[in-house]
Nanobody, 125 residues
Framework: QVQLVESGGGLVQPGGSLRLSCTAS????????IGWFRQAPGKEREGVSS????????AYADSVKGRFTISRDNAKSTVYLQMNSLKPDDTAVYYC??????????????????WGRGTRVTVSS
């Protein structure tokens, strides 16, 4: 079965850290750019970070620059999102998406080949 699965979400206090994982099954990620998106209650889904399929280039939303780091391990078909200094505004469901030969951009959602089902992150004291 071809799918993306996110994991690593949970409840964390403000200032804390989480590492999200996005793992592919049924295919390998080495030819795919990956985007992390999030959707907070009552808000539209927004791009958080992305990583190119080939050269490791990355991109970040202004709201997470300096706090979040995206990385990939093609041998494990996994992309990570390290989230530090978390704020209550980071509370959302986080999704990863894969686009073949994608670069470090946020594409329109319909362009992505695969989406995960999301993992919930709650930042609260």
């Amino acid at each position: 079965q071809v799918q993306l699965v996110e994991s690593g979400g949970g409840l964390v206090q403000p200032g804390g850290s989480l590492r999200l994982s996005c793992t592919a099954s049924g295919f390998t990620l080495d030819r795919y750019g990956i985007g992390w998106f999030r959707q907070a209650p009552g808000k539209e889904r927004e791009g958080v970070s992305s990583i190119s399929w080939d050269n490791g280039k990355t991109a970040y939303a202004d709201s997470v620059k300096g706090r979040f780091t995206i990385s990939r391990d093609n041998a494990k078909s996994t992309v990570y999102l390290q989230m530090n200094s978390l704020k209550p505004d980071d509370t959302a469901v986080y999704y990863c998406a894969a686009i073949q030969f994608g670069t470090a951009l946020f594409y329109e959602e319909y362009n992505y080949d695969y989406w995960g089902r999301g993992t919930r992150v709650t930042v609260s004291s």
